[in-house]
């Protein structure tokens, strides 16, 4: 087997393996990061637009707007770029991105993934290859850090812990139970929740005002402790049950927002930092007393579990220093970042400091408080933006925000959550008797077709290879589906549990649906025409010519013309037809009991003809091409939540 290796400046590129050599020195870089590469340097010289990228890395999914930017910007920093005086990547204001550097290819012999992963591993010690398969949106993969020396990569995966809708943050291990309580957000209000780690959902136990705030349990295992700022400004802590949940004050702090406080169980305290000082609650006692150890109190400092540890974060320019001390302020030890960090955590041990990566993070890292840097984990799927706590047990909780794709149902002018969890549930198809709801999801790492009826959620195809499912629409008797997955489209029989390639190409036609049991309808997108295809004698018949999109609806075409600015309803021989709705250049439509529904993609939003032939805007926030009319409760679409949260955890004794 043979693969291009692209040369340019001092680099060697190969996206077979995903890896950047310069020299002696090789990165492995993120799929997402090396397909958006590969897809410069094959229109070098050419400006790739954002929209281009938008298709080719997303596959037309919609994304944040300013994702695109953040996947170029991480691409200058893998190559030493410089936005400003580019040598390989250049900005072409309001158009998009161009690859500017001579580039020469190389035909190279390869060998099975297995064997070059292997072959990484023996050269390159601190070298975790990424070798898992492009996907929307991943789940946590070990990556190699390779500015960082004496960095070692742990091989663990993150698993999701809640799944709300929402902000969930400050998670806090129970001390002897698989449960933790968090900090979550209740539509525009904050509460305090508690769960069971394998338990789908969470309890509320009692509301507080700021998202900030942070409960830990006692040891008891019974109490809870958090901060909290009053309406008057006043700094206290409290203390509340889960069975009896009303905050009593145990004691109060000195600042302007809830603080973080940490168990110390050796000693029967708790530890935080407020403006007058550092600072140790007994609880048995009811006393709290000053740490006076010289340390400068503008810095961020956390005592170890063992409570003869402090770790004190300062912050220098775009640097951090993390020094230990001991009681008596002695310094034992330092480590520089050459990134800032706003926070840090002790291992339960006290023999080592977690702390994320460069900002946005992708990434958790141990210190032991010598020279060894180890990656915990990485994700390319979102932010890290908190490591919430680590058990006795080696498992540790962090907060990882994202843009999450849920499957919501929209009907009479409402719309509710009908799939909804830590990944990327999407293209959901309603079944006939609307009891059963089609979709994929990346849940176990590569795209697979899931079903969903009632509270039972079941996996239906077992793809081994990477792949993309763009659609998925019922057969009238719900036995089979249309899949559209990569370039090609499939029919799975769910009886027989059985998947055909149907001999069309998925890149060239659009608009498939079902005219009846063995009778399917598309449009080519080349040559604007409407098919039939007959699934049991394989032939194709042609309907209409000029058409970019059709539906059949009651006996009724609706079409658009070639432009697809106007939309017409006609008998199913074509013979008259009457206006919709015109000026719709650029945009999707619906027909669904009698009333039309436009789709725009930039900016997102689903609006519905009136009476009076004006659009009005129904609501945003989705995926506009996911839309789809179900048989009784109107429609399933990709609901974008942009401001999600979720506490996931790893194990680190998995390594």
Request: charged fraction near 20%; charge should be negative.
């Amino acid at each position: 087997m043979t693969t291009t290796i692209y040369t340019f400046s001092h680099w060697q590129f190969d996206p077979h393996n995903g890896t950047l050599r310069n020299g002696d020195d090789v990165i492995a870089i993120e799929p997402q990061q090396a397909n958006l590469l590969l897809l410069l340097i094959n229109n070098k010289n050419k400006v790739v637009t954002r929209d281009q990228i938008t298709s080719s890395i997303w596959h037309n999914i919609i994304v944040e707007d300013n994702t695109i930017s953040k996947a170029i910007t991480r691409l200058r920093q893998l190559l030493n770029d410089n936005a400003k005086s580019p040598i390989f990547i250049k900005t072409v204001p309001k158009r998009g991105y161009q690859f500017i550097a001579h580039v020469t290819n190389v035909q190279a012999s390869v060998e099975s993934s297995s064997n070059v992963t292997a072959k990484l591993f023996t050269r390159l010690s601190f070298i975790f290859a990424i070798c898992l398969l492009v996907v929307l949106i991943l789940v946590f993969l070990p990556v190699q850090l390779s500015h960082n020396q004496g960095l070692t990569t742990l091989n663990t995966i993150g698993t999701p812990v809640t799944f709300r809708e929402g902000r969930d943050q400050n998670a806090n291990f129970h001390p002897f139970e698989q449960r933790i309580v968090f900090n979550g957000r209740v539509e525009n209000r904050f509460a305090i929740f508690e769960k069971q780690l394998n338990d789908a959902s969470a309890r509320e136990v009692i509301e507080v005002n700021s998202p900030l705030i942070s409960p830990i349990w006692l040891p008891d295992g019974k109490h809870v402790v958090f901060s909290s700022v009053d309406q008057q400004g006043n700094c206290k802590l409290f203390k509340t049950t889960l069975t009896n949940p009303q905050a009593k004050e145990i004691t109060q702090c000195l600042s302007d927002k809830p603080l973080t406080v940490s168990l110390i169980s050796k000693i029967n305290a708790l530890f935080w930092q407020d403006n007058a000082g550092l600072w140790l609650y007994y609880w048995h006692e009811k006393r709290k007393e000053p740490l006076n150890i010289g340390i400068d109190n503008s810095s961020h400092t956390r005592l170890s579990p063992d409570g003869n540890l402090f770790a004190t974060l300062y912050k220098q320019g775009a640097h951090s220093k993390i020094s230990i001390f001991d009681r008596n302020g002695n310094e034992l030890s330092s480590k520089t970042l050459n990134h800032s960090i706003d926070s840090l955590l002790w291992d339960q041990t006290s023999k080592s400091i977690y702390f994320l990566g460069q900002h946005p993070a992708k990434e958790i890292l141990q210190w032991d408080l010598s020279d060894t840097t180890q990656v915990i984990t990485t994700t390319a799927y979102g932010t890290i933006s908190q490591i919430d706590d680590i058990n006795h047990q080696g498992q540790l909780l962090f907060t990882l925000s994202a843009i999450d794709i849920d499957i919501a149902l929209f009907n009479h002018d409402k719309s509710t959550t009908i799939v909804n969890s830590a990944f990327a549930d999407y293209n959901a198809a309603m079944s006939p008797d609307s009891n059963t709801i089609a979709f994929a999801s990346k849940r176990s790492g590569l795209a697979q077709i899931l079903l969903k009826k009632g509270e039972s959620t079941v996996q239906l195809s077992n793809y081994k290879k990477a792949s993309y499912i763009y659609d998925l629409t019922w057969s009238p008797d719900g036995k089979k589906l249309l899949v559209k997955r990569n370039n090609q489209i499939y029919l799975y029989d769910l009886i027989e549990n059985t998947e055909t390639t149907l001999p069309f190409d998925a890149e060239q036609t659009k608009q498939w649906q079902w005219l009846s049991n063995t009778q399917i309808a598309y449009v080519n997108k080349e040559t604007n025409t409407l098919f039939l295809h007959d699934l049991t004698s394989d032939n194709t018949e042609l309907l209409k010519t000029h058409v970019s999109n059709a539906q059949l609806v009651d006996k009724s075409w609706y079409i658009s013309d070639e432009q697809g600015s106007s939309v017409f309803s006609t008998d199913s021989n074509f013979q008259a037809q009457t206006l919709i709705a015109d000026n719709l250049a650029g945009r999707d439509w619906l027909v669904y009991q009698n009333e039309l529904y436009v789709f725009n993609i930039n900016p997102s939003r689903v609006s519905k003809l009136t009476s009076n032939g004006e659009l009005d805007i129904l609501f945003g926030r989705l995926n506009p091409l996911s839309f789809k009319a179900t048989s009784d409760f109107g429609f399933v679409f990709n609901q974008i939540n942009s401001n999600e949260a979720n506490i996931y955890m790893i194990d680190l004794n998995m390594n």
